[in-house]
């Protein structure tokens, strides 16, 4: 069992952030590896109940493992976030504390979906020096997304935005802050509506918030029943900033600033990258969220810029989350992502 420590950190803005310490049995033989998470979750998502989950793989390898709960985290206030902010305000803010705390003099990280596009933003803004390898899951500097789901945001989210400034997983099970208003009421029934693919409230309207599939986030065979269950307490609120500037960057074709922060380009990729960490990026194929060829069109701009230096993965029968919460997970896709850490 981890040892867990939570220290308290502010971002550039003085927002009030967290990094959750994890410390195995053994002390760590490696340097410090910073886990991000995604939208609408918590640094807890990479800790689901498997008997060996990657937090563990990690300690197990030797790595000194740190979580960030960045402005995204249901763990903290809400807030109206967009990737800009945390490109800017917390990551670097995440990676100076972490290497306070270790006096080790670079970290590596593994970033998953919006974690991954903001933590890229920083490192391509050149915000970052002190990162040296990155693995990044789903999406990166290119998210792509199938036909129906650009369709979906481009007619719903309009329509959406008139009735609530967020949208919370929660409210699938009539659970969350505003869900016994009409218009949580409303979007719950429209889910039950068009999503019967199991009966976990929470899931179905993840896949309701996060893209067109039954279900988007993961494959139900990659799950073990006590985690699809688990799950029930691991989505909540996500404000709809966020899909606003993903909607400009899927019509962009690649990440773009939402609002004019200094020190963060307009087009990320208008430019060479100002950092030299190396990226791993890894996709799973049937990932229903993001699209695995942005992924790999990621891999490629990288690769123009700096020849041989960065790898990419994809995971044949994995989705989006799964990638890390899959039951086979340590099997199918952690020795990858841990190899790309040695």
């Known amino acids: 069992m981890a040892v867990e420590r939570v220290v308290p950190i502010k971002a550039g803005d003085g927002r009030d952030l967290n990094l959750v310490h994890l410390r195995g049995p053994r002390p760590p033989t490696r340097g ?60 670097p803010a995440a990676v100076r504390a972490v290497l306070a705390e270790t006096g080790a003099p670079r ?39 199938c036909t129906a789901s650009r369709v979906k945001g481009q007619l719903a989210l309009p329509l959406v935005g008139l009735l609530t400034d967020r949208l919370n997983p929660q409210w699938g099970e009539g659970r969350g802050d505003g869900a016994g208003r009409w218009p949580a009421r409303l979007l719950r029934a429209l889910v039950e509506l068009t999503h019967h693919e199991c009966d976990n409230g929470v899931c179905r309207f ?45 019509q962009a074709g690649h990440l773009v600033r939402h609002e004019p922060l200094p020190g963060l380009p307009a087009d990320f990729a208008a430019q060479p990258p100002r950092c030299d960490a190396r990226f791993t990026f890894v996709a799973g194929r049937r990932n229903d969220c993001f699209q695995w060829q942005g992924q790999r069109a990621s891999f490629e701009w990288f690769d123009r810029h700096q020849p041989g230096r960065h790898a990419f993965h994809r995971f044949e029968d994995y989705g989006h989350l799964d990638v890390f919460l899959g039951q086979n997970a340590a099997r199918d896709t952690f020795p990858v992502m841990l190899a790309a850490l040695a």
């Open 206 to 250: 993840s896949s309701f918030t996060y893209g067109t599939g039954f279900p988007v986030l993961w494959r139900h065979e990659n799950l073990s029943e006590a985690t699809h269950d688990w799950l029930r307490d691991e989505f909540a609120e996500v404000p709809l900033s966020f899909f606003r500037q993903m909607a400009r960057c899927l």
């Open 32 to 91: 410090p590896v910073l886990l991000v998470h995604g939208a609408g979750v918590r640094a807890n998502i990479f800790r689901p109940p498997v008997s060996l989950h990657f937090v563990d793989a990690l300690l197990d390898a030797g790595h000194d493992v740190w979580l960030e709960n960045w402005r995204a985290s249901i763990d903290l206030a809400p807030c109206r976030w967009t990737l800009d902010q945390a490109a800017l305000h917390d990551h």
């Open 107 to 145: 970290l590596k990280a593994v970033i998953h979906c919006q974690g991954s596009t903001s933590f890229t933003m920083a490192a391509l803004a050149g915000l970052l020096p002190q990162v040296s390898d990155i693995v990044s899951n789903a999406v990166s500097l290119h998210p792509m997304v």
